[in-house]
């Protein structure tokens, strides 16, 4: 499973039109089912996107050619798009038959699971904490992480406020991915000013970064006593 490019997001419309309610989408490359009022829609035996909210829908894409057509996905992610939704896709096969019609809790906190632990701030290189590895420049890396942040954070509100019986599970994980990100982050920053790779315009840049992340973790991780880093308070100040 693999999160594609999450900046690679379908504009929502000026005008958007309400999301169709079911129990059919027909739409120029066939008959899309939709279920839950709108928040899933399914081919033949495929889910193919799910709303996490009426303004943020997840589009697979590792379904084959064969078993969903990519144009009638392409065209559903394009319908979806022009109802206001914004856009994110991820590589996960999901059955329909894995999907319980009116239980979406499970559903959507299964697909938050697996798309968060694919975003880049989830993933855990292994490297050495003696030498730099910045296999981007600070700029890139802290723009990146910045837009996941904030996307973590919109999802989680959602997250809180439709489905408040998953938060503690979300919150778990999200403690975990948080205190893994803030200790590799501070050692690529600590490795760039070391080596000279981080300029004014890169700390600027680095700042937004770390207040994206700090809005998502002193809602839902600090009242529940997550400690930050002396070295991430040092940058806070």
């Not at 309400?18 to 066939?30: C, E, H, T």
């Not at 899309?32 to 495929?46: K, P, Q």
């Not at 064969?66 to 991820?90: K, N, T």
């Amino acid at each position: 499973m693999k999160v594609i490019a999450i900046s690679n997001f379908a504009a929502p419309a000026a005008n958007a039109t309400p999301l169709p309610q079911g129990p059919i989408l027909s739409l120029p490359g066939g008959v899309v089912g939709v279920l839950d009022a709108g928040r899933v829609y399914a081919y033949d035996r495929w889910v193919m996107a799910l709303g996490v909210c009426p303004e943020l829908f997840i589009v697979l894409t590792c379904v084959s050619e064969r078993q969903v057509p990519a144009v009638l996905r392409e065209q559903l992610a394009g319908y979806l798009a022009a109802c206001g939704a914004q856009i994110v896709r991820l590589q996960l096969r999901f059955p329909l038959g894995w999907h319980v019609r009116g239980d979406l809790d499970r559903t959507v906190g299964y697909w938050v699971f697996r798309f968060v632990e694919n975003m880049s701030i989830a993933l855990e290189p292994s490297f050495a904490i003696d030498r730099p590895r910045l296999a981007l420049p600070v700029d890139v890396l802290a723009a990146q992480a910045h837009e996941e942040w904030d996307l973590v954070g919109k999802i989680w509100r959602t997250m809180e406020e439709e489905f408040p019986g998953a938060m503690p599970h979300l919150n778990s994980f999200l403690w975990e991915i948080s205190h893994a990100w803030e200790i590799r982050w501070a050692l690529i920053l600590r490795d760039a000013v070391q080596y000279g790779y981080i300029s004014a315009a890169d700390q600027v840049v680095v700042e937004r970064c770390d207040r994206a992340w700090t809005a998502v973790i002193g809602r839902y991780l600090v009242p529940s006593g997550y400690e930050v880093l002396p070295a991430t308070m040092a940058r806070l100040l």
